[in-house]
């Protein structure tokens, strides 16, 4: 049972668990009033190059946020030294429900009682990996999109999620410059991830059935709906590995999914094209990874 929501939370760090595409844009926005975020990650090189990417964002973001002011992103190797003293910590690994599972278990353990544990899984309930646990009452999804740039979330209970604790996340996380919303009953793929992603499953049949290629989706995509970018490049934003997780854990759901988007992502992923952090994804023209 939750004891409390988070005592004195201005003064105690938040705590992001894997220093990835995501986790190191949630500590980054965590950073923006003045506190300490420390990020966890057993790949050293992630950890660090993580910090040098919120820490480089910092100002220019904090000047954002309403009240904001930079505060420190620092590396923590040690999990249970990292979430010692934490009010929030947000799981950011990759998207396989055994490691989270696990990772959820030994934060149970790590954490504070009164701190809140989430999950930035993409298309897993957060109940599939907090149901056998004694607190999952302080346990949740914050499922984030791509901040800074895109600030909002969806919130989603895991089914025994305390209301307060529902409550406590859409009041405190406007503060660091986030917006979350709500949804309302459990759903794969939360609100706009489920919208997102039959959009991205779309496009990737039209490129794969020879209807069209990349460059010519997203540009029509974008003239259509004003948008700066289209599926394609955000998709190697996202990271293309990522992608076929997602799309793979909504097949499971779902049979009846066609099955040219995973094969156009799988043959991407076997030409070592994961977009964005790799250098090379839909498009080619990112800078090589050192
Ligand atoms: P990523 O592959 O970029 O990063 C994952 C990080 O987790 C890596 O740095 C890896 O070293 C680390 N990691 C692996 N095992 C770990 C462990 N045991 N403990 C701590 N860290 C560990 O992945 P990502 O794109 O940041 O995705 C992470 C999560 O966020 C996934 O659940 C994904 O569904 C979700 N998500 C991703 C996006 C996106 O656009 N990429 C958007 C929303 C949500």
């Known amino acids: 049972m939750v004891t409390a ?12 668990v ?4 995501l986790g190191r844009r949630i500590a980054l926005m965590f950073a923006t009033r003045g506190g300490q975020v420390n990020i966890t990650d057993p790949n ?4 660090e190059q993580g910090v040098v990417y919120a820490m480089g964002e910092l100002p220019a973001v904090a000047a954002r946020v309403d009240g904001g002011t930079a505060g420190t992103v620092g590396y923590v190797r040690d999990q249970a030294e990292a979430v010692q003293d934490a009010w929030l910590v947000v799981e950011a690994v990759p998207e396989k429900l055994e490691l989270k599972k696990q990772i959820f278990a030994q934060l149970e353990q790590d954490c504070p009682a009164d701190a809140i544990i989430s999950s930035n899984s993409s ?3 957060s109940r599939l990996f907090t149901e056998d646990l004694r607190t999952n009452d302080r346990m949740l999804n914050t499922h984030f999109y791509m901040p800074p740039a895109a600030i909002t979330l969806d919130v989603m209970s895991d089914g025994h999620t305390a209301p307060e ?5 859409l009041r405190t996380f406007p503060e660091y410059g986030l917006r979350p ?7 794969t793929g ?8 039959a959009l991205k499953r779309e496009s990737l049949e039209v490129v794969y059935a020879g209807v069209s290629v990349p460059e010519d989706v997203d ?5 259509n709906f004003g948008t700066k970018a289209g599926p394609f490049r955000m998709m190697d934003q996202v990271g293309l590995d990522v992608v076929l997780d997602i799309e793979e854990h909504y097949a499971q759901e779902n049979p009846q999914l066609p099955e040219g988007p995973r094969i156009l992502l799988r043959e991407y992923i076997a030409d070592g094209k994961l977009g964005v952090k790799s250098g090379a994804g839909f498009y080619d023209d990112y800078p090589k990874p050192s």
């Open 44 to 47: 050293a090189e992630q950890g």
């Open 219 to 223: 540009a029509m995509f974008s003239m």
């Open 18 to 21: 894997g220093a990835g595409t």
């Open 123 to 125: 298309s897993y309930a």
């Open 5 to 16: 929501i988070p005592q004195d939370y201005r003064n105690r760090p938040v705590a992001v």
């Open 181 to 187: 919303f709500h949804c309302r009953k459990e759903s």
């Open 165 to 169: 604790v529902i409550d406590f996340v």
């Open 190 to 197: 939360f609100i706009f991830n489920r919208i997102w992603a």
